[in-house]
Protein backbone atom coordinates (compact mmCIF):
# COMPACT_ATOMS: atom_id res chain seq x y z
CA UNK A 1 0.00 0.00 0.00
CA UNK A 2 1.50 3.20 -0.67
CA UNK A 3 1.34 5.95 1.55
CA UNK A 4 0.89 9.42 1.27
CA UNK A 5 4.23 10.59 0.43
CA UNK A 6 4.11 8.39 -2.48
CA UNK A 7 0.91 9.74 -3.97
CA UNK A 8 2.01 13.22 -3.57
CA UNK A 9 5.23 12.19 -5.74
CA UNK A 10 2.72 11.38 -8.25
CA UNK A 11 2.37 13.90 -11.75
CA UNK A 12 -1.40 14.71 -10.78
CA UNK A 13 -2.86 16.80 -13.53
CA UNK A 14 -3.08 20.26 -11.35
CA UNK A 15 -6.10 22.69 -14.02
CA UNK A 16 -6.26 26.95 -13.16
CA UNK A 17 -9.28 29.23 -13.92
CA UNK A 18 -8.17 32.38 -13.35
CA UNK A 19 -12.18 33.81 -11.79
CA UNK A 20 -13.44 37.44 -12.86
CA UNK A 21 -12.74 38.92 -9.44
CA UNK A 22 -9.19 38.03 -9.83
CA UNK A 23 -8.67 34.86 -7.86
CA UNK A 24 -7.63 31.73 -9.30
CA UNK A 25 -9.75 28.42 -8.94
CA UNK A 26 -7.56 25.00 -8.77
CA UNK A 27 -8.09 21.55 -8.93
CA UNK A 28 -6.84 18.21 -9.34
CA UNK A 29 -7.95 16.28 -12.25
CA UNK A 30 -7.83 13.05 -10.97
CA UNK A 31 -9.34 13.81 -7.51
CA UNK A 32 -13.07 14.69 -7.32
CA UNK A 33 -13.79 17.30 -5.13
CA UNK A 34 -9.92 18.42 -4.22
CA UNK A 35 -9.99 21.70 -5.23
CA UNK A 36 -9.15 25.84 -3.97
CA UNK A 37 -9.15 29.21 -4.36
CA UNK A 38 -6.13 31.32 -4.24
CA UNK A 39 -5.52 35.51 -4.64
CA UNK A 40 -2.51 34.77 -6.81
CA UNK A 41 -1.55 31.63 -8.62
CA UNK A 42 1.30 31.45 -6.52
CA UNK A 43 -1.01 31.00 -3.49
CA UNK A 44 -3.49 28.73 -5.78
CA UNK A 45 -0.77 26.52 -5.95
CA UNK A 46 0.59 26.55 -2.19
CA UNK A 47 -3.24 25.79 -1.11
CA UNK A 48 -3.96 23.07 -3.73
CA UNK A 49 -0.79 21.27 -2.45
CA UNK A 50 -2.35 21.08 0.69
CA UNK A 51 -5.76 19.96 -0.23
CA UNK A 52 -4.67 17.08 -2.26
CA UNK A 53 -2.46 16.11 0.73
CA UNK A 54 -5.45 16.46 2.75
CA UNK A 55 -7.90 14.63 0.18
CA UNK A 56 -5.65 11.62 0.12
CA UNK A 57 -5.07 11.47 3.86
CA UNK A 58 -8.93 11.15 4.58
CA UNK A 59 -9.10 8.51 1.67
CA UNK A 60 -5.73 6.81 3.33
CA UNK A 61 -7.96 7.38 6.41
CA UNK A 62 -11.08 5.83 5.48
CA UNK A 63 -9.33 2.94 3.03
CA UNK A 64 -10.92 4.58 0.00
CA UNK A 65 -9.14 4.19 -3.42
CA UNK A 66 -7.28 6.58 -4.30
CA UNK A 67 -7.34 7.57 -8.48
CA UNK A 68 -3.82 7.70 -9.53
CA UNK A 69 -2.85 10.12 -12.64
CA UNK A 70 -2.54 8.42 -16.28
CA UNK A 71 0.95 8.63 -17.55
CA UNK A 72 0.96 10.19 -21.54
CA UNK A 73 2.85 7.38 -22.40
CA UNK A 74 0.79 4.60 -20.72
CA UNK A 75 -1.92 4.32 -24.16
CA UNK A 76 -0.33 4.60 -27.33
CA UNK A 77 -3.21 5.52 -29.94
CA UNK A 78 -2.59 4.54 -33.43
CA UNK A 79 -5.96 7.12 -34.74
CA UNK A 80 -7.88 4.27 -35.97
CA UNK A 81 -10.62 2.30 -34.47
CA UNK A 82 -13.48 0.44 -36.03
CA UNK A 83 -16.87 1.25 -35.83
CA UNK A 84 -19.92 -0.72 -37.32
CA UNK A 85 -22.94 0.79 -38.30
CA UNK A 86 -25.82 -0.41 -40.18
CA UNK A 87 -25.87 -0.33 -44.09
CA UNK A 88 -28.36 2.23 -44.19
CA UNK A 89 -26.27 4.42 -41.75
CA UNK A 90 -23.26 3.65 -43.94
CA UNK A 91 -25.24 4.74 -47.34
CA UNK A 92 -26.28 8.21 -45.43
CA UNK A 93 -23.47 8.57 -44.37
CA UNK A 94 -21.21 8.38 -48.17
CA UNK A 95 -24.43 10.19 -49.84
CA UNK A 96 -23.54 12.92 -47.54
CA UNK A 97 -20.02 13.03 -47.53
CA UNK A 98 -20.25 12.96 -51.45
CA UNK A 99 -22.78 15.85 -51.17
CA UNK A 100 -20.28 17.82 -49.10
CA UNK A 101 -17.12 16.86 -51.67
CA UNK A 102 -15.32 15.36 -48.87
CA UNK A 103 -13.84 11.67 -47.84
CA UNK A 104 -16.06 9.57 -45.46
CA UNK A 105 -13.39 9.67 -43.03
CA UNK A 106 -13.21 13.11 -43.19
CA UNK A 107 -17.13 13.66 -42.56
CA UNK A 108 -16.90 11.16 -39.98
CA UNK A 109 -13.69 12.75 -38.25
CA UNK A 110 -15.81 16.44 -38.14
CA UNK A 111 -19.15 14.99 -36.91
CA UNK A 112 -17.25 13.28 -33.65
CA UNK A 113 -15.01 16.02 -33.47
CA UNK A 114 -18.47 18.45 -33.31
CA UNK A 115 -20.06 16.08 -30.68
CA UNK A 116 -17.23 15.79 -28.69
CA UNK A 117 -17.11 19.55 -28.29
CA UNK A 118 -20.58 19.47 -27.64
CA UNK A 119 -20.21 17.16 -24.72
CA UNK A 120 -17.54 18.84 -23.60
CA UNK A 121 -19.31 21.87 -23.38
CA UNK A 122 -22.39 20.46 -21.90
CA UNK A 123 -20.32 18.56 -19.11
CA UNK A 124 -18.45 22.11 -18.23
CA UNK A 125 -21.89 23.93 -17.66
CA UNK A 126 -22.82 21.20 -16.05
CA UNK A 127 -19.81 21.30 -13.81
CA UNK A 128 -20.44 25.01 -13.16
CA UNK A 129 -23.91 24.73 -12.24
CA UNK A 130 -23.03 21.83 -9.60
CA UNK A 131 -20.88 23.70 -8.42
CA UNK A 132 -22.72 26.27 -7.42
CA UNK A 133 -24.76 23.94 -5.08
CA UNK A 134 -22.62 21.43 -4.00
CA UNK A 135 -20.68 22.09 -0.46
CA UNK A 136 -17.27 23.81 -1.01
CA UNK A 137 -14.51 23.15 1.73
CA UNK A 138 -14.72 26.06 5.05
CA UNK A 139 -11.54 27.36 5.94
CA UNK A 140 -11.47 29.18 9.28
CA UNK A 141 -8.23 30.06 9.52
CA UNK A 142 -5.33 27.20 10.01
CA UNK A 143 -8.03 25.37 11.12
CA UNK A 144 -10.23 23.51 8.50
CA UNK A 145 -14.13 22.32 9.12
CA UNK A 146 -14.57 18.87 7.68
CA UNK A 147 -17.79 18.58 5.28
CA UNK A 148 -19.22 15.44 3.51
CA UNK A 149 -18.08 15.47 0.07
CA UNK A 150 -19.97 13.12 -2.27
CA UNK A 151 -17.61 10.38 -3.63
CA UNK A 152 -18.38 10.97 -7.32
CA UNK A 153 -19.65 14.39 -9.33
CA UNK A 154 -22.55 14.23 -11.66
CA UNK A 155 -21.61 13.11 -15.24
CA UNK A 156 -22.58 13.62 -18.76
CA UNK A 157 -23.32 10.45 -20.75
CA UNK A 158 -25.00 10.38 -24.49
CA UNK A 159 -28.41 8.66 -23.84
CA UNK A 160 -28.90 8.30 -27.36
CA UNK A 161 -29.06 9.63 -30.96
CA UNK A 162 -31.42 10.60 -33.88
CA UNK A 163 -30.77 6.75 -35.89
CA UNK A 164 -30.35 8.77 -39.13
CA UNK A 165 -27.36 11.20 -38.86
CA UNK A 166 -27.72 14.33 -39.89
CA UNK A 167 -31.34 14.40 -39.71
CA UNK A 168 -31.00 16.02 -36.06
CA UNK A 169 -28.69 17.93 -33.86
CA UNK A 170 -30.66 17.20 -30.76
CA UNK A 171 -28.82 14.97 -28.19
CA UNK A 172 -30.19 13.56 -25.42
CA UNK A 173 -28.28 12.85 -22.07
CA UNK A 174 -29.04 11.65 -18.65
CA UNK A 175 -26.94 12.86 -15.53
CA UNK A 176 -26.21 10.81 -12.32
CA UNK A 177 -26.14 12.60 -9.56
CA UNK A 178 -25.18 10.40 -6.47
CA UNK A 179 -28.12 10.43 -3.68
CA UNK A 180 -26.46 11.51 -0.58
CA UNK A 181 -26.88 8.86 2.26
CA UNK A 182 -29.41 10.45 4.37
CA UNK A 183 -28.76 7.82 7.14
CA UNK A 184 -26.53 8.64 10.03
Given at each position: MKSLEDYL???YTIET?????????????????????G??????????????????QSCLDDGRVIPEPEEDDAKAYSGKFMV??????????????????VSLNHLVTEMLSQGNGIMKSQQKTLDQLLSKVSPIPV?????RVPIEMP???AKWAP??????????????????????????
Open positions: KLPKKESDGSYFIKVKELPGCMSVESIEEAYAMIEDAKADWIRISPIQHRELSDTAEEYGMTGERTMGLAASSRPGSSKTLLAKVHVPRRNTTR
